[in-house]
């Protein structure tokens, strides 16, 4: 068997064929191999750091969707109070005379804006409606909607007001409806989303 040589130009003419293969994979040619890994491991690192910020970013959204929620029901709540002391005061003020419950009662004021630190919040009323009537007592059903922009939350309350008819007698004897005491505060005996 005859061997075969290569005739290389240049430094490598008076080179064994083994000591030239090994000096192509010798340690010298290792500086790109380092680049490499440095570049992998810098988009590696820019990766996750970007994958925390999107993540704190999304946080921070849930959080302010959770502040405009939490203040939208604040204010729906706080319309089921008003309206209770609106039936209250509209019965007291215009039914006291009669014995006649109304069916529904028309709110002078449906809707109260509230400006805090240059946000406008507001709850709306709608008219409550006699679902309940007795001798005794009353229930009326209304709904309230708290808006802190962009959440909106519903609330429906059903409001108790308690009464005492009170009658004089007359000279011959009979009794003859003189007003109603309506008694105060309206109670909200159930309350729930709509």
Same mark, same amino acid.
Not at 110 to 115: A, G
């Given at each position: 068997m005859k061997l075969i040589s290569f005739v290389f130009p240049g430094f490598y003419r008076r080179m064994s064929r083994t000591r030239l293969i090994t000096s192509l994979y010798s340690g010298d040619n290792d500086r790109g191999y380092v680049l490499v890994w440095v570049i992998f491991y810098l988009l590696l690192f820019f990766i996750i750091a970007a994958s925390f910020a999107d993540s704190s970013f999304l946080e921070g959204l849930i959080? /302010?969707?959770?502040?405009?929620?939490?203040?939208?029901? !604040?204010?729906?709540?706080?319309?089921?109070?008003?309206?209770? +002391?609106? %039936?209250?005061? /509209?019965?007291?003020r215009?039914?006291?005379?009669?014995? !006649?419950?109304?069916?529904?009662?028309?709110l002078s004021k449906? +809707?109260? %804006?509230?400006?805090e630190s240059g946000k406008e919040l507001s709850f709306l009323l709608e008219n409550p409606k006699c679902v309940y009537a007795d001798d005794k007592e009353c229930h009326f059903q209304f709904a309230s909607q708290g808006i802190c922009p962009p959440a909106q939350k519903t609330l429906v309350a059903e409001v108790q007001v308690e009464f005492l008819d009170?009658?004089?007698?007359?000279?011959?004897?009979?009794?003859?409806?003189?007003?109603?005491?309506?008694?105060?505060?309206?109670?909200?005996?159930?309350l729930r989303y709509k």
């Open positions: 959080s /302010i969707n959770y502040h405009h929620s939490a203040q939208a029901f !604040e204010m729906a709540e706080g319309g089921v109070l008003v309206g209770a +002391e609106e %039936i209250h005061t /509209i019965l007291d215009d039914y006291s005379y009669t014995q !006649e419950i109304p069916a529904e009662i028309i449906q +809707e109260w %804006i509230l400006n009170v009658y004089k007698i007359e000279a011959d004897g009979t009794m003859i409806f003189d007003h109603r005491q309506f008694f105060k505060p309206a109670r909200i005996v159930s």
